[in-house]
């Protein structure tokens, strides 16, 4: 599988993203601008601070040359993985549901945190953000939930951010988009503590349509 | 509660600033928004 991983003016995550990327297939890094993803096959939007965040998080980054050929690629059922900013980016895009608000403490948090999977499996991932906290009317969370588009919930008392019913994470009704605040891409190498973060790319991976 | 923010800008149509609002300065699931002209001095 070939894999790109869009680079924003203000992206930081996404060297650790290429390098998780790279463990399962190839890896190469699309700058925001770029508006052809001839031979890539799987995207992943990383963390960070795109265009700096400053109007609203991801709010101009949808506007990207490089998103519209994302959306393209979501429509005809390619893997796309958003984390953390790469989340608010596809909210915003309409390529997910729902939007992200301050942490309903208004403190940025940074630590590793258990994720549960909709098998039950237990990850271990670090969260690092101060917009995380996931928000959608209660009829939305309601229809995610019977269509199981709630990807991973953080643990019973480690939700750090007021999330919604401890949603980490959703996917599209066709789950070939997935976005979630934590970051698998720094949990790949058993040097940082974890490699519950491939399971996540993997997954993201196989709910693609072969493109 | 989230503290929201002003914009003050020039607009050749301003039929078109609901537009502008609804698609990029906010966020309708999550933000209101009010618009008021305010005359060129």
């Known amino acids: 599988m070939r894999w790109g991983v869009l680079q924003f003016p203000g992206s930081c ?101 258990d994720l549960l999977a909709e098998d039950g499996a237990t990850l271990s991932i670090p969260a690092k953000h101060g917009e995380g906290r996931y928000y959608a009317p209660d009829d939305v969370l309601d229809e995610l939930e019977a269509n199981g588009q709630v ?33 698998p891409e720094h949990a790949v190498d058993p040097l940082t503590g974890s490699t519950d973060g491939l399971r996540v790319f993997k997954e993201i991976a196989a709910a693609g349509v072969p493109i | 509660m989230r503290v929201g923010r002003m914009v003050e800008l020039e607009a050749d149509d301003p039929e078109r600033l609901g537009e502008l609002c609804e698609k990029l300065l906010a966020n309708p699931l999550i933000e209101n928004y009010e618009i008021e002209p305010i005359d060129a001095a």
Do not use: K
């Open chain 1, 13 to 113: 995550d996404e060297r650790d993203a290429l390098h998780a990327c790279s463990l399962l297939g190839e890896a190469r890094l699309v700058w925001h601008e770029e508006r052809d993803l001839a031979g890539i096959d799987a995207v992943v939007v990383p963390g960070g601070f795109s265009y700096g965040d400053y109007l609203r998080a991801g709010a101009i980054a949808r506007f990207s040359p490089a998103m519209e050929a994302v959306a393209e690629l979501a429509a005809d059922g390619g893997p796309v993985l958003g984390i953390c900013n790469g989340f608010q980016v596809l909210c915003e895009a309409g390529l997910l549901p729902g939007a992200l608000l301050l942490n309903e403490d208004l403190r940025f948090h940074c630590r590793q945190l």
């Open chain 1, 151 to 183: 990807a991973y919930r953080y643990a019973p008392g480690q939700n750090p951010n007021g999330s919604a019913r401890d949603i980490a994470g959703v996917r599209n009704e066709a789950g070939n988009v997935v976005g979630l605040m934590p970051h």
